[in-house]
């Protein structure tokens, strides 16, 4: 089934100890997302790419930093992990539009949980 | 700024009843809605998705969409306790392809 693979499942790492959490999908979508998400918080975008191009959220902090080296790829560096930073990664795929109104397909990885310790 | 708000609950409800589930939004070129769930630890799994005014059923999940009053709901009949579970409002804006995410509403069903 095509699919959206996040690895790992759960990551623990050392405070100021880079880690990268990473995605891969087989739906072929041009669009992939970052997402962040909180204890008891809606997720929230941290940076997206529209096939190569990079799209940074304003308030995303300068600590994280995503590469995507193909279509299927899609990577999420942290540089210096804080306690702060703990929480569920999520990766997102999505195609462009069709008709008005359409779902663009979305479809979510099963998440990245990071500790921090 | 765009503004997606739902009512943090919890929101209990006896076993077989209707739960509903409510969203405003704060732009009005908004595009499409998405009704999401996500259990504990989860990733958000995709339920329901409306664009046009008006209801949208799936077996026991009603979308309700009114574009004038910038509010969607969700109704779910006969309440399992299966269904007890975060449901996150997520909208996408005209000219842009971003989800973005309300902080979702909890749901409890007892049996």
């Known amino acids: 089934d095509a699919m959206v693979i996040q690895n790992p499942r759960y990551q623990v790492t050392q405070f100021g100890k880079p880690v990268t959490l990473s995605c891969s999908q087989t739906?072929?979508?041009?669009?992939m997302y970052w997402y962040q998400q909180k204890s008891s918080q809606a997720p929230k975008l941290l940076f997206h790419?529209?096939?190569?191009?990079?799209?940074n959220e304003a308030d995303t902090p300068d600590n994280f930093q995503s590469r995507r080296p193909n279509t299927s790829f899609c990577f999420l560096d942290i540089r210096s992990p804080g306690l702060g930073d703990a929480a569920m990664y999520l990766c997102?795929?999505?195609?462009?539009?069709?008709?008005?109104?359409?779902?663009?397909?979305?479809?979510f990885g099963s998440g990245t949980r990071l500790t921090v310790v | 700024q765009k503004e997606v708000e739902q009512n943090s609950g919890p929101l209990s409800v006896p076993e077989g009843a209707i739960a509903s589930l409510n969203c405003t939004y704060s732009?009005?070129?908004?595009?499409?809605f998405f009704w999401y769930r996500q259990y504990s630890g989860k990733s958000p799994e995709l339920i329901m998705f409306?664009?046009?005014?008006g209801d949208k059923e799936d077996g026991r999940f009603t979308a309700q969409l009114n574009k004038a009053s910038q509010y969607v709901s969700l109704l779910i009949r006969d309440s399992q306790p299966s269904d007890s579970a975060t449901y996150l409002c997520?909208?996408?804006?005209?000219?842009?392809?971003?989800?973005?995410f309300g902080t979702g509403t909890r749901l409890l069903v007892s049996p």
């Open positions: 997102a795929t999505s195609r462009d539009g069709g008709p008005a109104g359409d779902h663009y397909g979305y479809t």
């Open positions: 739906l072929n979508h041009n669009v």
């Open positions: 790419y529209y096939d190569k191009d990079f799209n």
């Open positions: 732009d009005r070129g908004s595009q499409s």
């Open positions: 409306i664009y046009s005014n």
């Open positions: 997520a909208v996408i804006y005209t000219g842009f392809q971003k989800l973005v």
